[in-house]
């Protein structure tokens, strides 16, 4: 009998020659070249998947850091070399019930994921394809609404918006001043338009040409547009239109649309109406 090691199974004795038979073989053998590259796939996914699992956390502080610097951007405050979060304190974030234009107490704003909540059947709704002009197919019942105090007054008030574009769903945020009509600014945060054309969206010199424009006419009649071509300046009905950008009118479209349903009476109008009232009466 040669001699065995006493507690070594056969099982082991069997596992360990196969990695070391798999090793001993020619570098250019089929055998030893697919066994090398299985391992080299598992660790290479196990690094993937550990990094992926790790970095998650970070990654969603920073798109909660990317979101509130639009905000802020959107209402034109720069917060270059200032903590973010110290500059976020002048909002007060609220969740709004579309239909009612009321505030809600019992949804907490910083848990409260908008997006998510329209693809829920309790917390979303339906749009009828005749009223679904941003092409968005559902929409929460309630939204978060950002507002600028100085004081006990609020400045101005910050709303989520979003619809299609020609790519691409594009996320942003409007900005309207205490009267609830006059534009402030227009930020996307996430789009996919082409750049140049549709991409843009995001250039500050177009962004430019939104402030001071209105929404909403004297009968409460909602006439904002981003029009194909140029503004003409002076004429009438131009304090509600927008220069369309050149080579991108399915874009410009797709913004003016979703501004039009975001702030109209499906989306934030009944809000907007209530703010407005309430903010004569004082
Ligand atoms: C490669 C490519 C990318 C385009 N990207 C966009 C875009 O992002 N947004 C857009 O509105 N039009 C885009 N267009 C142009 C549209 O197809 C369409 O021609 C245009 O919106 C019409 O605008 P105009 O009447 O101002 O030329 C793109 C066209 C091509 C060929």
Not at 131 to 147: C, F, P
Request: glycine share 8%.
């Amino acid at each position: 009998m040669p001699d065995q090691p006493q507690n070594q199974s056969p099982k082991h004795m069997h596992k360990k020659s196969f990695f070391a038979e798999i090793l001993s073989l020619p570098n250019d053998s089929t055998k030893k070249t697919v066994f090398v590259a299985l391992v080299l796939c598992l660790i290479c996914s196990i690094l993937v998947s550990t990094a992926a699992v790790a970095l998650k956390p970070l990654q969603l502080k920073n798109k909660e850091a990317d979101i509130k610097q639009n905000i802020l951007a959107v209402a034109g405050i720069n917060p270059e070399g200032k903590n973010i979060d110290e500059q976020f304190k002048q909002f007060d974030v609220k969740v709004v019930d579309l239909n009612t234009g009321e505030y809600v107490d019992n949804i907490d704003p910083d848990s409260y994921d908008q997006r998510k909540a329209a693809a829920d059947p309790a917390l979303g709704v339906p749009i009828p394809g005749e009223k679904d002009i941003a092409k968005i197919g559902r929409r929460s019942k309630y939204a978060k609404v950002y507002l600028l105090r100085e004081g006990d007054e609020i400045k101005q008030i910050i709303l989520p918006i979003h619809g299609y574009g020609l790519w691409s769903t594009l996320y942003g945020f409007i900005a309207l001043e205490k009267d609830a009509n006059t534009i402030k600014g227009i930020k996307f945060y996430e789009q996919a338009e082409t750049p140049g054309l549709g991409g843009e969206v995001d250039n500050p010199k177009w962004q430019a040409k939104w402030i001071g424009k209105k929404v909403f006419d004297d009968k409460g009649n909602l006439r904002f547009e981003v029009i194909r071509g140029q503004v003409v300046a002076g004429i009438s009905g131009s304090e509600y239109q927008v220069d369309g950008l050149s080579g991108a009118t399915l874009t410009s479209r797709g913004v003016s649309n979703m501004v039009k349903f975001w702030l109209g009476e499906d989306g934030f109008g009944p809000f907007l109406k209530k703010f407005r009232s309430r903010n004569k009466t004082k």
